[in-house]
């Protein structure tokens, strides 16, 4: 198998709306150079990043519709597109050469003679985005975002922050490593990965470092001691908002797969007590990760945060809720995150509602009660914000802040803190 396949049997899952990354994942593991791994990836995610554009550029040239085109074709001819439109390293006849071939193999002569012809007319040049007086549309179709998103973006940032903002959502994300300090200090856990090929830079964020050179994680040593766990410095600020402290009780209303819950045991050396909910099925995510961690504080349970448990009631010191939400906030790693509607998440700001009024019920008098989500949409984040506050007259807000991935060069985050009353 080629890298070039890789990407076909890939988008192909994609495009069936199933575990596409699972499934690059298996078929990467099947390349034996390394290089061949690392560009089946770029192109598979690239095409995904860069789905609208590279559509548009086929149909610019094409006699076909879009919608006419057999998948398999459309897959063979987006992949090759991405490589002559982004990749300068690929030269645009082997683009072009790889995808008839591959074609060859799978597609009737007709189809193979269809693709031979689009690739050449759009490797001798690209055609001009279509001229319009409504940058949103402009810029959604350059950077592949749907334009309700990016008309979000604008009124939020104003046209030119939008655009960069997008523009860093088409690009590969940085990975970062949480240390252990309970285990090691960055300086030794920095020498550790060197020996071992793995470049690790010190971050602007204490006790994080950024990971280069990469391979698998979970294979080396180090994390398998439980001297590292992998979390970016949006979610860790989120974490650290907390503000856990030795023998405290925090719960951790939506945990899994669990970052900020070890973050905070760290922050309380490991002394006290954290209880992080989700369902059971992510639960066992949790005690793995805190196992390997070697973090006794955590006591990992399956419930449902938007129904009250009495027991609870005013026993935590703080409570995190990393409500569930769209999600838009990390686009840089899972650009297929993009293509959710707004039907599919317009329910998401009265369930993260739901979660945060319940949980609210379990601060103590001058606790603190944190809400975090991964998403950067007003109505999931300052609204619901401002609905808690119309319900209560028990907490303030304290502060609240966004994170963006254009500036902060992390996941896009919004964390806001809430003090009760004493």
Not at 93 to 106: L, Q, W
Request: glycine share 4%; with cysteine.
């Amino acid at each position: 198998m080629t890298a070039r396949e890789v990407v076909l049997n890939t988008l192909r899952v994609f495009r069936g709306g199933s575990d596409y990354r699972a499934e690059l994942e298996k078929l990467s593991a099947q390349l034996t150079d390394k290089r061949d791994v690392a560009l089946a990836k770029q192109i598979t995610l690239g095409v995904i990043r860069n789905l609208a554009l590279c559509d548009y550029y086929i149909s610019a040239v094409s006699n076909v519709k879009l919608n006419k085109i057999e998948p398999q074709a459309l897959d063979i001819l987006r992949s090759a597109v991405y490589q002559i439109a982004f990749l300068d390293k690929v030269p645009k006849s082997a683009a072009v050469n790889e995808a008839v071939a591959i074609a060859r193999k799978k597609l009737n002569p007709r189809a193979v003679g269809f693709i031979n012809a689009v690739l050449r007319k759009l490797s001798a040049a690209l055609p001009e985005l279509p001229q319009t007086s409504d940058n949103a549309a402009y810029i959604a179709l350059k950077y592949s975002h749907p334009e309700w998103l990016v008309r979000e973006f604008i009124s939020r940032l104003g046209e030119t922050e939008a655009e960069a903002l997008l523009l860093a959502n088409n690009t590969e994300p940085p990975v970062y490593a949480r240390v252990n300090t309970l285990k090691t200090t960055p300086e030794r856990l920095t020498a550790e990965l060197f020996a071992l090929g793995i470049e690790a830079l010190a971050s602007e964020l204490s006790g994080t470092l950024e990971l280069r050179a990469l391979r698998d994680l979970t294979t080396l040593v180090p994390f398998k001691e439980g001297e590292f766990f992998i979390q970016d410095p949006a979610s860790t600020r989120a974490a650290l908002a907390v503000g856990a402290k030795p023998e405290q009780r925090i719960i951790d209303a939506c945990a899994a797969p669990g970052g900020k819950t070890f973050a905070m045991a760290i922050e309380m050396q490991n002394k006290g007590e954290i209880i992080a909910f989700d369902t059971e099925k992510k639960v066992r995510l949790i005690s793995e990760g805190a196992k390997r961690l070697r973090l006794s504080v955590v006591s990992a349970r399956a419930g449902d945060s938007s129904v009250c448990d009495e027991r609870l009631t005013k026993t935590a010191d703080a409570v995190l809720v990393d409500a569930p939400c769209s999600g838009f906030g990390v686009i840089r790693k899972k650009p297929e995150i993009r293509f959710k509607t707004r039907e599919k998440i317009a329910e998401l700001p009265q369930q993260a509602l739901a979660i945060l009024e319940n949980c609210a019920s379990y601060v103590k008098p001058g606790g603190t009660l944190i809400y975090s989500t991964c998403t950067l949409l007003e109505a999931e984040n300052e609204g619901v914000v401002n609905a808690f506050l119309h319900t209560t007259t028990d907490y303030e807000l304290e502060s609240q802040t966004t994170y963006w991935p254009h500036i902060s060069d992390s996941d896009g985050f919004f964390v806001a803190v809430f003090g009760r009353k004493e």
